[in-house]
């Protein structure tokens, strides 16, 4: 799909590289930063679809007191799942793929830095899943919640395998997270392209950077407390086991060490993309452009210093509690900074009220609220009535929903022109934008008061009687509401990906790199690579020169040749810590193909 | 985009505002109808909480309507129409960036100060005279030890009003949350550690609670009951439950009930002094005189009971007490035994 345009200027045809081929093999053996982006897209998507009908599950289960649609240990799979699903299948990779395809063409590059193991990554990533999900038909999806608490998750309180597949399969995807992770970062301090220092650099890369910092520093704290779990349950350690003389609450510090970072690996990227966007359509460049970067790079450094404000109901004593309420309510004032620059930078500009805009607004107003809950709970005595509430999972929907998936739907019809070269319909987006807006308060704002009126999370059911019967009635039909919100926008996206009308470059305006070239782009990109002078380079006098150089063939192009062992090495890796549970037969082939793998990708022509 | 935009939008957040004005008060209106309620303590620790929340729920609804209200006001005022000026290209102003960081922090310190000052107040030790009890939390049902009057109860944690309650809190198997949402926050039960609240009851009554850390299969389940009466009545109940196990009559319907607890296999787990010394299950010295079975689950009748016992993991999924496979005739007797316990 990436090489159809031509470029501007005639002597492209000469120096281009060899179309990319079409087919299954092609998509299978592809290197190249697009395809991946979209397969990344994809696949999340579908995953965000399979977490969402495990959400509408749970809610026909909660409509009624009592009910018995669904057993409790199903129900517990369900809620397990759910938020693994939304958290490691749908959300990061749902960034992922904007970083895959945006990254390169903002910061004027032709591929990442690591274009085979960024592959690698999307193959790692995809088997990780299917892994984690392979669960529900062997033996048992994992039901211990995706916080996964020591002592429950040991062997004599969980006998079955999902546990185990719960934490190999996130081990799997620590691979994905972690090679990804490097590669951005690499990709964004070493390609960008002259002229594009640090501080010209577009708000999305700079987030992408953050986050790709949180995820190396944080992956490898879940990895450790992953191993030491499998020690135990595997092999008879007492890392986490009471009995043994061990402290359960080790876990519960371990994983939100992770947890809490990773709560900002999920919300970086989407302020980073609504950083793009609100400038766009406001026409006019984002409001405090330094102090929207150093905020995020604030709240991801001062993430490592508030984990404990999970644990508030643990004992860890005054003290601790005084200090991680007081560092977490310090996160406010960097986000809150955040919100003021953004509605700084409407004020006083000429907004279209396109649907990439209209998402970018819901997530400004949503997170508002998703924030203030949580300033809320920052304090430990009121979060003592709230933690492990109804009130907790209005917070983090609002959050991750309000807050990280309508930033990747504004993301979505924002990129989409650039990604097919095709249009996104608005008038359905429109609809897609206030069914989805009404849908998720509906959903969720009751959530809120069913938690302070006393509802606690993660129970399959409630009696009568206790006052929570019409909220929960109110969530199931918001829910089932978003559902219907999703499938308008799906047929939005199957009619306009096909008929929708062309995009052309630069269909929004928009002042960064990537609306200076074709939609879709050529598989190489920039015909030659652009020289930059200011951030907003599009926004600039010079802009029209600018364009015209970027698709002027200035000599050979050297794009990296497709490889089949990325997905070998990946399909190894999987199989190597599948045999973890399967057993050595699966295992010893699996170490196998890995080596073989990464020896023949070591050692394979890169051109 | 035409001028009726502005009309819409204002329309859209008078009738959200008037929607949910309503709403807030029904729910602090009563509590009859949310008796779990958090927002409707009937302790001192729950009214410091509750005071501490209605100061932050207040700076909070301020900050959301003014932030709100900007993005909106932003949004119809400078929305695309004909005869708009060009935007000018503004870049950032060091004035408003200071201002609006210092502003947010010096809220911040308004909801600060009273948080630490309330998590030390709560968190210190429980008031002198205050009556002890140990919690120890099972999967899935509540143990209660009075150490005080050597008393062993489950799931119906009875007070008197106005003496401080100090709770000591252990676990037997996985973790657990205490939870009266009554008398102030949760804590949990941790294996390996000790954990402590503390509550002073102001008002006599029954009041719900349950675990809220997810526990297994059944941790909806895992239900239980605060009675905090006059102190009188508390004393009746004190002496009552110190009494030694009632011995039924020879020949009657109960003492057939015995034989059967004898038989069937409840010794293993259960104590009723005298007659058996398990110690897996809940303490069965006073069963007769609970108002609830099974954690809470279901009243304390003779048919709930009868029910209760002919199959308990389908009545409370993943129970550890197994179907006994009674015969009605052993039931019935074993439901009048249970009962004549009081």
Known sequence: MATTTHPVGGIAADHAPAEAGTGLWSWITTVDHKRIGVLYGVTSFLFFLVGGIEALIIRIQLTSPDSTFISPDVYNQMFTMHGTTMIFLAIMPLSASFFNFMIPLMIGARDVAFPRLNAFSYWVYLFGALFLNLSFVIGGAPDVGWFGYSNLTSKQYSAGTGVDFWAVGLQILGIASLAAAFNFIVTIVNLRAPGLKFMRMPVFVWMTLVTSFLIIFAFPVITVALVFLLFDRMVGTNFFVPSGGADPVLWQHLFWLFGHPEVYILILPAMGIVSEILPTFSRKPLFGYPVVIYSGIFIGFMGWGVWSHHMFSVGLGPIADSYFALATMLIAIPTGVKIFNWIATLWGGRIELKTAMLFALGFIAMFIIGGLSGVMHASPPADLQQTDTYFVVAHIHYVLFGGSIMGIFAGIYYWFPKVTGRLLDEKLGQIHFWLMLVAMNVTFFPMHFVGLLGMPRRVYTYPAGLGFEWMNVMSTIGAFAIAVSLLVFIANLVRSARRGPPAGPNPWGGPTLEWAIPSPPPIYNFATLPHVHRADPLWEQDAPQLIESVNRMSGPIHMPPSSYWPIVSAFGITLLLGGMIFGWWIGIPGLVIMLVGIFSWTFEPCH | ?342
């Not at chain 2, 009309?7 to 008078?14: G, K």
């Not at chain 2, 109940?237 to 039924?248: L, N, T």
């Open chain 2, 1 to 342: 985009m035409s001028a009726r935009r502005p009309h819409l939008t204002a329309r859209r957040v008078l009738a959200a505002a008037i929607a949910l004005v309503p709403m807030l008060l029904l729910l602090v209106g009563c509590q009859d109808q949310f008796p779990q309620s958090s927002l409707h303590p009937r302790s001192d620790v729950g009214w410091g909480v509750q005071r501490l929340l209605e100061s932050i729920t207040l700076w909070v609804v301020v900050i959301f309507v003014l932030v709100e209200g900007a993005l909106i006001v932003a949004v119809i005022r400078f929305r695309n129409r004909p005869g708009l000026p060009e935007p000018k290209p503004v870049h950032g102003h060091t004035g408003l960036e200071i201002g609006w960081t210092i502003a947010p922090a010096i809220v911040l310190g308004f909801i600060a100060v009273p948080t630490v000052l309330t998590i030390f107040k709560t968190q210190d030790k429980a008031p002198p005279g205050a009556l002890e009890v140990k919690v120890v939390g099972h999967q899935w049902w509540w143990e209660f030890q009075y150490p005080e009057f050597k008393i062993v109860t489950a799931n119906e944690l009875h007070v008197p009003v106005g003496r401080p309650v100090a709770l000591s809190l252990e676990t037997a198997d996985v973790i657990h949350s205490f939870w009266f949402p009554a008398m102030g926050g949760k804590r949990d039960l941790v294996p390996a550690h000790t954990n402590y609240m503390w509550f002073t009851p102001e008002q006599t009554g029954a009041f719900p609670g349950q675990c809220a850390e997810l526990c297994g299969t059944s941790h909806a389940n895992m239900r239980m009951k605060l009675i905090v009466s006059a102190p009188e009545e508390f004393q009746a109940w004190v002496a009552a439950q110190q009494a030694p196990p009632v011995e039924p009559d020879s020949g009657s319907l109960a003492a057939q009930g015995k034989d059967v607890f004898l038989e069937v296999g409840c010794i293993a787990c259960h104590t009723i002094e005298g007659v058996a010394p398990g110690v897996i299950g809940p303490n069965l010295n006073h069963i007769g005189s609970r108002t609830t079975i099974a954690s809470a689950m279901f009243d304390n009748t003779p048919e709930q009971l009868g029910k209760w016992l002919e199959d308990p993991p389908a009545r409370k999924p993943g129970a550890l007490m197994p179907k006994l496979g009674l015969a009605p005739n052993q039931l019935a007797a074993l439901v009048a035994y249970l009962h004549s316990l009081k």
